[in-house]
Structure formats: structure tokens, C-alpha cells
């Protein structure tokens, strides 16, 4: 019950799919058209009140002030909460606090900086996505499939797995060098302002991209790391509008390769997931590298050439959002497929992830049962260890998207749980034998 009912506030409202639906005909209709009255539907009440939930739902943690979703609702309460945010909007009186940076270690190493807004700040920010994301989403190219409604990652890879099949097998794996630290704010608000001309908007996205950015030092001391005024470029990773903005910007390398016609023109295929992009050609590299360099050149960014390559996927594979991709040829009917699996960075970082996992859960079994193995307790370990079993499968079939128990139950059965994933074996024998040991 409680999934539904958290499903139930997930779900769109009515009132708020009219209205994208409204924006979303009209810029789709009218391609040159510029919005210019939107800001009264961010601090609509049904529309922030879905973006707290929205925002909600993906958890998170404070930002620089400290509050939690927990304190929120302990306190003054989500109702309160969203009528005062309301105000601020209504009256122009909403400030953006600072962002907290925290950082994560990447894949390949190193880490990566992620920005945390305040809870107010990401609301706010989430009723803004709700109102302007449909009218980007009629102009974003149907090669684009990052961070987008209604597309997915798995269509990014169908869709490249499509062009190899068709000949498109020299493949430039990209690399925008620190995409998201680089993004020019002016030129970032003038693709906003090719179709939202509403100050209000303008000025309060200006307002997200200049806050300060702070960060916790090893002494506990905060101190000033970026963002600010002064600053020029950037946009957290981490914030709920940024892949938005990130996909705008980028967009314009997709609109240039289709006003120009460079697909038929030079014999290729770009896809692209947000900053991650894949160049697909038929009729040799040479010149579709150098248009992206020299776009990405005109937008202020550049390639990462240590990272950026040119693969022929007849011969080696290349990676593509933890896929690792390649032509072979089938022992079955000697004809070329795609071969398409989990590259040996993601298999690598999933077999990290299960020895912390079940060293964490074998150590809650090995003290369950130190204590509970005990007399009549056969029956109540058997249940437990078979519990054990079906969420370990669980976990693993939802990290590799087995969504039928019968796949689940193929590809790990009781023996591989044991042997190559090392889970601990709950006995199931009566705890007699300690019992009468303590006579």
C-alpha cells in the first residue's frame, strides 16, 4: 500500500499535464515562437506541491543549511513549507542559498564534484523544470536520449546497435573535457532566450548558475570553492535543473548536424546522452571529427583528447554508458551482429559493490544466528536462510534487470549465491547441541 500510495503522488496531476501539454503543442507548432508569461505557473500551488514530492522521492541530502526532508515534515510541515516558498516566488523575494559540493569517486578514477542545493532551492527549481521542459522537449533532436522524459539509456544503445548493423562501424567515442564546470552562462542563457523571453525565468535561472558554492573542509570548516558572481561558467552536477540546462546547451551540436545535413552528407550517426556521445560513420572519420571539434570550439567547450578516440568496432569495442560495443560474427549463421554487454568497468564496479553488500549482510546473519541458534530454532532458520537467498537474487536481478523470477531464479540458483558470491550459509540444524553444552 505504501508503494501505491507514494506511486499516486508521483503521478502527474491532471491540471499540470494540460498545461505541458498546451506548451508543449504550441512550440512544437511554431518553432520560432518565444514564451514570455511563465513565471505565474511556477508558484502555481499544484505545481509546487508536486515538485516537493517530486524532489522528495529521489531523497537526497541537506544542502548548506542543514534541512532535511525529516525536519521539514517533524516541523512546520510540507503544507507550510510549500505555502512560504510560494510567497518568496510570488513576491520576487526568493533568494538562492549557496550550493554544497561533496564529492564522489568516479569509475575511472578521481572523484566527482556534485552540487547539493537546499531542499527550498531544488523545489523551486523542480517547479521550474515542470514548466519549461515541455517546450525544449519539442525542439530536442530524437538522437538525444539523456535526462529526457520518455527515453532511456537502453534506447541510446538500440539505436547505435542500429547503425553498426548498417555499416556504421568507425565509431569516435567522445569526451567533453569537464562538460559541466565549462558551460558558458551567457551563451547558455541566450539558447534559453531563443525561446523564453520571460524575465522573471531568465532571472532566476541566472540566479541558480551564479550561487556560491561551498564545500566542508577535513576540519569542518566551510569555505568558498566556487560559484559566485564573478563566475562564468558552470552549472552543479547535482541540481535539478542542471541536466536540463546541460542538454540544452549540447543541443546545439545536435541542431547543427541536422540543418546541415551532415548525417547523408558525411555518411554518419550521432547519438547522444547528454554530455556522452557517440559519432557513427560509414565514410571514414576524418571530417566528422573536426566538425565536432570545431562546433564544440564555437560553444566553448572542447574534447578530451587522452579520452576521446576513434574505434573500429569490426576489430575492438568501444564503451558507451557501461556498455561495451562491438561487431562479431555469429558461429550460428556466420553473419555480423552487434554484440552489445556490460563493459568490464561496470562488471568490475558491480562485484565491488557486492562484497561491501554481502559482507554487510553476512555479518548481520553471522550474529543473528550466533544468538538465535539455539534449541528449537530449525524451522526459523530454514526461513531465514531462504529470505537470505530470494533478496540476494533480488538485488542481483534488479542490478542486471531480470524482471522475471524465472530468469532470476536460471541465472542464480542456491549453489552460484554460495559459491561465487560467497553469501553466508545460515545452518539449519537445531540448536540442541548448545543447548545441552551449557549444562
Not at 512560504?84 to 526568493?94: D, F, G, H, T, V
Not at 548558475?209 to 568558498?224: F, N, T
Request: positive net charge; charged residues 25%; hydrophobic residues 40%.
Amino acid at each position: 500500500m505504501e508503494g501505491a500510495g507514494i506511486a499516486a503522488i508521483l503521478t502527474t496531476p491532471e491540471s499540470i499535464r494540460t498545461l505541458q501539454r498546451k506548451l508543449y503543442r504550441k512550440a512544437k507548432q511554431e518553432p520560432a515562437y518565444r514564451f514570455y508569461a511563465l513565471y505565474d505557473k511556477v508558484y502555481r500551488a499544484d505545481i509546487l506541491d508536486h515538485a516537493y514530492h517530486r524532489v522528495r522521492a529521489k531523497q537526497g541530502g541537506a544542502g548548506v543549511d542543514g534541512v532535511t526532508f525529516e525536519a521539514i515534515e517533524r516541523g512546520e510541515g510540507v503544507t507550510a513549507f510549500v505555502a512560504e516558498l510560494q510567497e518568496a516566488l510570488r513576491s520576487k523575494q526568493y533568494r538562492a542559498s549557496p550550493v554544497r559540493r561533496v564529492r564522489t569517486p568516479k569509475a575511472g578514477g578521481g572523484w566527482r564534484p556534485l552540487g547539493i542545493p537546499t531542499i527550498r532551492d531544488r523545489v523551486a527549481q523542480m517547479a521550474v523544470k515542470l514548466v519549461i521542459e515541455p517546450i525544449f522537449e519539442a525542439d530536442f533532436s530524437e538522437t538525444s536520449y539523456g535526462f529526457r522524459p520518455g527515453k532511456s539509456a537502453h534506447q541510446a544503445i538500440d539505436d547505435i546497435a542500429y547503425a553498426l548493423n548498417c555499416g556504421y562501424t568507425e565509431v569516435i567515442d567522445a569526451d567533453v573535457s569537464q562538460y559541466f564546470d565549462t558551460i558558458p552562462h551567457g551563451k547558455l542563457l541566450a539558447v534559453v532566450a531563443e525561446r523564453i523571453v520571460d524575465g522573471a525565468i531568465l532571472h532566476i535561472l541566472r540566479m541558480w548558475l551564479k550561487a556560491p558554492v561551498v564545500e566542508e573542509a577535513e576540519d569542518g570548516r566551510r569555505r568558498h570553492t566556487g560559484g559566485g558572481q564573478g563566475n562564468p561558467c558552470g552549472t552543479p552536477q547535482g541540481g535539478v535543473i542542471s541536466p536540463l540546462l546541460a542538454n540544452l546547451y549540447l543541443h546545439l551540436l545536435d541542431r547543427i548536424w541536422q540543418r546541415h545535413g551532415l548525417q547523408g552528407r558525411l555518411g554518419v550517426r550521432l547519438v547522444r546522452y547528454a554530455d556522452d556521445f557517440v559519432v557513427l560513420c560509414r565514410k571514414g572519420s576524418a571530417a566528422p571529427l573536426a566538425v565536432v571539434r570545431h562546433v564544440l570550439g564555437r560553444l566553448g567547450l572542447r574534447l578530451n583528447e587522452q579520452k576521446t578516440r576513434v574505434v573500429d568496432a569490426r576489430r575492438e569495442s568501444f564503451e558507451f554508458l557501461g556498455f561495451a560495443l562491438r561487431m562479431r560474427v555469429s558461429w550460428k549463421t556466420g553473419h555480423s551482429y552487434p554484440h552489445v554487454q556490460p563493459s568490464k568497468r561496470s562488471i568490475q564496479k558491480i562485484k565491488t559493490q557486492l562484497a561491501v553488500l554481502m559482507a554487510q549482510v553476512n555479518a548481520a546473519l553471522r550474529g543473528w544466528v550466533g544468538y538465535f541458534h539455539y534449541r528449537n530454532c530449525a524451522r526459523s532458520l530454514l526461513r531465514v536462510r531462504e529470505h537470505a537467498e530470494q533478496r540476494v537474487r533480488t538485488h542481483l536481478c534488479r542490478r542486471h534487470q531480470i524482471r522475471h523470477r524465472v530468469g532470476g531464479y536460471a541465472r542464480y540458483p542456491v549453489r552460484r549465491l554460495y559459491a561465487a558470491y560467497g553469501l553466508y550459509r545460515v545452518p539449519t540444524t537445531a540448536g540442541w547441541t548448545r543447548a545441552n553444552a551449557l549444562r
